[in-house]
């Protein structure tokens, strides 16, 4: 990178990861490795069926049996709760939200708890909830979305006497031109399969009681502060009492943004027992009991006038909530609500979401949350459109990219920056596209396994968000973060974040923000986090927004320590503040290099007190609390090869060059860590995981032999180029990295596949593109 | 209960152990070796792979009784004298670790791979690293990281 190349510093360099250390070593301190004596293990009962009641619960024999501590079903434990589990999004004031706790005796998806089991063991918890009979009456269930809305459709909550959970809309009508009048109009309609996040580590929670009705929470959490607020309420305690703990966490993805039934079993049952309890998910009770992400049926359009020039973008999309609304299940749509545009310039705009409940585990936020199911329709539609035109794939994007920043767009919010056609430039400059044509028809003429490829120009919006926009669209909570930064007396320098990493390698980034701004040595700075008595407010880790929102914040903090230590040397060297320039650590006055002071020293002369300014307080620590006033924008251009066996439809990906421009970059070893993982997500999405249900809601997919979690052996290696557009609203320059690759990667390779069967007639394969689908595909076209 | 004998990273245990017990959770419950994760229950996902006698397994396959005898590594073992092993270096050196969750279990899984001399090559390295999955990397730096190690480790052809 010739950018990076530039600089000096940390910022820009590829610093190795202070994070490895431990986690090379075994010494990790993920919640399951936690034992503290006196702990009772937690086990819940759950519900077989997607649907039904439950008639009765003999839970005697588990109560006799060996080394239990306690058993529970629902109706034992409701006055526990003083809330029920929160949707913090109601995204219109009418949407329809049942209340949901965290033990029910009327299951409505396969997995809801019905009792829990406390003993001395999980081995004897387990073998005790065996022990317990339940009663259950069958209920008629659905799990298709389509079929929800059906007239006659069985329904999730009777009470509510439909399955639509919310109509949400946004429409422009620039132009007041009929959709329907444009030169051409292609409709395509998609359906993307329910994903399961599969974090490697399964969720676990550990409730540890203390001495004066205080609680601690370790908890395998994205959101430590979000969920202490949160539990606090559902449990009626005061915030001060309970402290929550996020450790090392083992990856996330979104499926740990939420406030879970078993953090509230465990804090409550903790209390009722005074002991600690500890609860671990299984892998294959992670299936049903961990959120899932998409399950949406999108109906999308794009008109365009005979030379191109696309007039009008409109979707319609059915997305599962599942079974209830778990913490931002019904805003997950929205998140990709204003970019159904994608990086095109486009006046007329109508989205329409409706949310709708089936019998299935709750949808929440994964990997890129609304984006990519934007991007996935945006891209196959692209390419859709240009074949309608007899046009180039790529002159059409070229033609219809924004090349103006900034940018108002057709759904109202303004993209900072971006460089689109650059990123595009850059990838045929990686990527031979001549040469490919000709090895392509060379495999074509041949016989044998094809090629094709496919590609993806994409933008998204992510660096969750500006707190009165989040306010406009009925989000609960806001969109700042927070950074404090303390000078200790040597020098030394604590960083405390409201961020909450998982993998996202904050300690060492940070670091790098902080040693550069403040001149020191970058092993002079630990940064805390993670644990709500350390950081005691944050908005945490998700939506791409930790370097964008928090790591701006540390820039404001150490902005403001540094204003507060040239007023003290201005005082002790006897000169005007204005007259210090500060670098590399050490206050230089202008024109007198010889009068210097370092950052160090002050640091100490602000402990010690002896010389500072009239009324200044000791001590030199300062607190940024930032709302960033835009959302982040990356973008970027990506191409995959895929080679397809038109025997068998069996279908690999060969080749993948990604073309980012997610603005500054840090460290470009973690940038390019976290697009190799959003990428793998993507691709996986389009080719091999798909959570499926039958007809009455029993999940066929659950488990590791049942859904396909790719391994090294199913991908290549891949080819990443940079484009950078600094952000402007932003001293940084930064922007969100962390979904990119994911909102990129799936409608590169389903148009990949489409591009190596075109020849056959080919046009549509459905998500994930199984050799069986593929080889249909195949067949049906020929006949 | 059962008496088992076993070395577990150099040290000797003697142990009573209910047949049904797990390898995995001798280690983690017994031992408290807990840098050996557990990320499944279907025997995928390769996250707690350790070395019984210098074979690469999934602890949670082996039931304690059956490694009776056995000499085990867990990652906890593998450093020597705080100098990390080749594998380990190489993964700090090529970030091929991002949660970390599933990375006892693949490094062990290629310390195997190479001293069996089968991390010859990209793709036998892809292969050979099937049975440990992790959602973070994409694998990219794992395969790097690999392949660096055993070039370090003279057991790259």
């Known amino acids: 990178m010739s950018a990076t190349e530039e600089r000096t510093g940390y910022i820009g360099a590829p610093v190795k990861r202070r994070e490895d250390a431990s986690l090379l070593t075994g010494r990790g301190t993920y919640v399951d490795n936690m034992a503290p004596a006196g702990t009772v293990a937690m086990v819940v009962v759950r519900s077989p069926y997607a649907h039904a009641r439950v008639k009765s619960i003999d839970m005697g024999a588990a109560k006799q049996a060996e080394g239990v501590v306690a058993v529970f079903s629902a109706a034992e434990l409701r006055d526990d709760w003083k809330a029920p589990l929160p949707c913090a999004w109601p995204v219109t004031e009418e949407m329809k939200s049942p209340d949901h706790y965290p033990l029910t005796d009327v299951a409505c998806y396969q997995g809801d708890g019905v009792a829990v089991v406390l003993a001395e063991s999980r081995a004897h918890a387990r073998d005790a909830a065996e022990l317990i009979e339940v009663d259950y009456e069958p209920l008629d269930a659905v799990a298709g979305v389509e079929r929800a809305l059906e007239d006659g459709a069985p329904l999730v909550h009777p009470d509510l006497g439909t399955n639509e959970c919310y109509v949400w809309r946004l429409d422009t009508d620039a132009t007041g031109q009929a959709i329907d009048d444009a030169d051409v109009v292609v409709t395509r309609t998609y359906y993307q399969p329910r994903l399961i996040p599969n974090a490697i580590e399964p969720r676990a929670v550990l409730a540890v009681p203390g001495t004066t009705g205080d609680m601690t929470l370790y908890s395998t959490t994205q959101v430590p502060h979000i969920l202490r607020v949160l539990a606090a309420a559902g449990l009626g305690l005061h915030e001060t009492k309970l402290r929550v703990v996020a450790p090392d966490v083992g990856g996330g993805f979104g499926s740990k943004l939420d406030v879970y039934a078993e953090e509230l079993l465990a804090l409550a049952l903790a209390r009722r027992l005074e002991r600690p309890v500890k609860w671990t998910e299984e892998r294959s009770e992670n299936y049903v009991a961990t959120i899932h992400g998409r399950d949406l049926v999108t109906e999308y359009t794009l008109a365009a006038t005979k030379d191109g020039t696309i007039t009008h973008c409109r979707a319609r999309v059915k997305a599962a909530m599942g079974a209830y609304l778990q913490l931002v299940t019904p805003g997950i749509p929205l998140l990709g609500a204003w970019i159904y545009a994608g990086p095109y310039a486009i006046p007329n705009y109508s989205v329409e979401f409706t949310g709708v409940f089936t019998n299935t585990t709750p949808t929440d936020a994964y990997r890129g949350a609304g984006r990519p199911e934007a991007t996935y329709v945006i891209e196959r539609t692209m390419d859709a459109l240009a074949n309608e035109l007899g046009m180039d794939k790529l002159e059409l994007r070229r033609k219809n990219f924004i090349k103006e920043f900034p940018a108002t767009i057709g759904s109202g919010l303004t993209i900072d920056s971006g460089d689109y056609l650059a990123s595009l430039d850059k990838l045929l400059q990686v990527f031979d596209l001549d040469a490919f044509r000709a090895e392509q028809a060379k495999r074509r003429d041949n016989g044998g396994t094809l090629l094709g490829v496919g590609f993806s120009t994409y933008n998204e919006m992510c660096g969750l968000a500006p707190s009165r926009i989040l306010g406009a669209i009925r989000y609960a909570a806001g969109g700042w973060d927070t950074a404090t930064i303390r000078c200790l007396p040597t020098g030394s320098i604590q960083v405390i974040t409201g961020t909450s990493p998982h993998g996202q390698s904050h300690e060492t980034a940070w670091a790098q923000i902080v040693a550069d701004q403040l001149g020191c040595d970058i092993d002079a700075v630990e940064v805390l986090h993670g644990d709500t008595s350390i950081s005691s407010i944050g908005m945490d880790t998700y939506g791409s927004r930790s370097l964008p929102v928090g790591g701006v914040a540390l820039y404001h903090a150490a902005a403001k320590v540094i204003d507060k230590a040239r007023q003290i040397v201005a005082h002790q060297l006897e000169v005007s503040a204005d007259d210090l320039e500060f670098a590399d650590g050490t206050f230089t006055v202008k024109g007198s290099p010889d009068k210097t002071a370092t950052f160090a020293s002050v640091a100490f002369g602000a402990w010690a007190a002896h010389d500072l300014p009239d009324g200044m307080e000791p001590g030199l620590e300062a607190t940024a609390v930032y709302d960033p006033p835009n959302f982040s924008w990356p973008g970027g251009a990506h191409a995959a090869v895929v080679e397809v066996d038109p025997e068998t439809g069996d279908t690999r990906l060969v080749r993948y060059v990604a073309v980012d421009d997610v603005g500054t970059v840090v460290n470009p070893m973690i940038v390019d860590g976290q697009v190799h993982g959003g990428i793998t997500q993507g691709i996986s999405a389009a080719l091999y995981e798909e959570g499926a249900y039958d007809e009455d809601g029993n999940l066929l997919t659950a488990n590791l032999l049942t859904y396909l979690v790719p391994s090294a052996a199913e991908l290549p290696s891949f080819e990443l180029e940079r484009t950078e557009s600094p952000s402007p609203t932003n001293p940084l320059g930064v922007k969100g990295v962390g979904e990119t690759g994911t909102i990129a990667a799936a409608p590169a390779v389903i148009n990949a596949v489409l591009d190596a069967l075109s020849h056959l007639g080919v046009k549509d394969v459905q998500m994930p593109a199984t050799p069986e689908r593929v080889w249909r595909a195949i067949e049906e076209a020929k006949s | ?157």
């Open chain 2, 1 to 157: 209960m059962r008496h088992v004998g076993l070395t577990v990273n150099g040290m000797r245990h003697e142990l009573e152990l209910e047949p049904r017990e797990l390898l995995v959770q001798v280690l983690r419950d017994r031992l408290r070796l807990t840098g050996t994760n557990v990320g499944c229950d279907t025997s995928s996902c390769g996250a707690c792979t350790v070395l019984v006698d210098g074979e690469s397994a999934k602890s949670c396959t082996l039931l304690g009784v059956q490694v009776d005898g056995s000499e085990i590594t867990t990652i906890e073992g593998l450093a020597t004298n705080g100098a990390l092993h080749p594998v380990q270096q190489a993964f700090h050196d090529r970030h091929a670790l991002q949660c970390g969750f599933c990375t006892p279990g693949m490094v062990l899984a290629a310390v195997s791979l190479i001293e069996h001399g089968e991390a010859t090559s990209e793709a036998a390295i892809r292969v050979g690293l099937e049975g440990n999955l992790c959602r973070c990397t994409g694998y990219h730096n794992i395969v790097a990281a690999v392949q660096d190690a055993a070039a370090a480790m003279g057991r790259a052809s």
